[in-house]
């Protein structure tokens, strides 16, 4: 059956390190994939998309990989500040024509 | 003006009650989506149009009625809800098909309690 897998405990770090969290897929061939921050009571804002031909994506202090052949995403915070801690999902193309979500990492930056 | 806003922010309702959420964008976005979202789950899609057509109803109970008036507008209309059907539910718009590598723009969302 089809999976979309995110770290699936709540992700704790101090501030200035780097976040990182991972999506992993199976029984999927996206053609993209995107990466949404929602906070507590609001929608889901994108962050960043990446094609499948594409390995790396950068914005400012964001960062995202894509392994089709590890079928796994990698999702990077650098400089990691307390303002950045939110639920981070990330979001398969279904060529079905649906964005199918992942269960989300939550994941807080202590001072 | 890149807001998909929601109407209204907070909603309680009896099961017999009968409301509308509604949801406007003037981003011109041709597609528009609406979600549902239970407490630390994911949103799951219900609806989507396109072009002000219904293109994807994701088997949605019949209480749950979907209306696009335009393409600035989309409605939901409820009636007789159960408690279950208590979550915050997400407008979202985007500029074209999600296949193209569209991204989602979200609306705050309506927090809806069923009593």
């Known amino acids: 059956s089809q999976k979309i897998e995110q770290n699936s405990e709540a992700l704790n770090i101090q501030e200035g390190k780097t976040a990182t969290l991972t999506c992993n897929y199976t029984n999927y061939s996206p053609a993209y994939l995107q990466w949404y921050r929602q906070d507590p009571g609001r929608g889901p804002v994108f962050l960043l998309l990446?094609?499948?031909?594409?390995k790396e994506k950068r914005k400012e202090r964001l960062k995202v990989t894509f392994d089709t052949t590890l079928k796994q995403s990698l999702f990077h915070i650098t400089a990691s500040q307390p303002a950045d801690s939110a639920t981070y999902l990330c979001?398969?193309?279904?060529?079905?024509?649906?964005?199918?979500f992942g269960q989300g990492t939550e994941l807080s930056v202590k001072p | 003006d890149t807001e998909v806003t929601q109407t209204p922010k907070h909603l309680v309702m009896g099961m017999t009650n009968k409301k509308s959420l509604k949801c406007e964008q003037h981003?011109?976005?041709?597609?528009m989506y609406w979600y549902k979202q239970k407490a630390k789950k994911p949103p799951e899609l219900m609806f989507v149009y396109s072009y002000e057509k219904l293109s994807i109803n994701e088997s949605v109970p019949s209480r749950f009625s979907p209306e696009c008036p335009n393409s600035s507008l989309l409605n939901l209309h409820l009636h007789a809800l159960q408690p279950e059907d208590s979550a915050l539910y997400l407008c979202?718009?985007?500029?074209?098909?999600?296949?193209?590598?569209?991204?989602?723009?979200f609306g705050s969302g309506t927090q809806l309690s069923v009593l």
């Open positions: 990446i094609r499948e031909n594409e």
């Open positions: 981003m011109g976005h041709r597609a």
């Open positions: 979202a718009s985007s500029q074209g098909d999600p296949g193209q590598g569209r991204k989602l723009f």
């Open positions: 979001v398969l193309y279904n060529q079905g024509g649906k964005l199918i």
